[in-house]
């Protein structure tokens, strides 16, 4: 059974840094992505990793950086220049089965984490 366990998550100022872990036990996958939500809203995609492709949102292009481990069964997220707007919920989401939907977008996913909290305060 697939497990994706988000770690990192915290509290941090305006401008300060975080660096959220994805672990993934029974699974490797060369395709896995970070996603945020904030209540009353739609999850949306922050980061994602296609075979080593990166590709970010424009609302943080330049300050998150994603990477995967060797044995492609963990994820990082490394969140520079951080803005109160990046607080939300941050999920790890793993197994494209679905390329036809772009790597930002939810639907691609099939396995997800349960999340980590990331609140930034100005």
């Known amino acids: 059974q697939v497990h994706l366990v988000e770690s990192g998550g915290g509290s941090v100022q305006a401008g300060g840094s975080l660096r959220l872990s994805c672990a993934a036990s029974?699974?490797?996958?060369?395709?896995m992505g970070w996603f945020r939500q904030t209540p009353g809203k739609e999850r949306e995609g922050v980061a994602a990793v296609d075979n080593g492709s990166p590709t970010y949102a424009g609302s943080v292009k330049g300050r998150f950086t994603i990477s995967q481990g060797a044995a492609k069964n963990t994820l990082t997220l490394e969140m520079n220049s951080l803005k109160p707007e990046d607080t939300a919920m941050y999920y790890c989401a793993a197994a494209c089965a679905r390329r036809m939907f772009p790597p930002l977008a939810v639907r691609r996913y099939d396995y997800w984490g349960q999340g980590t909290q990331v609140t930034v305060s100005s």
């Open positions: 029974g699974y490797s996958s060369n395709c």
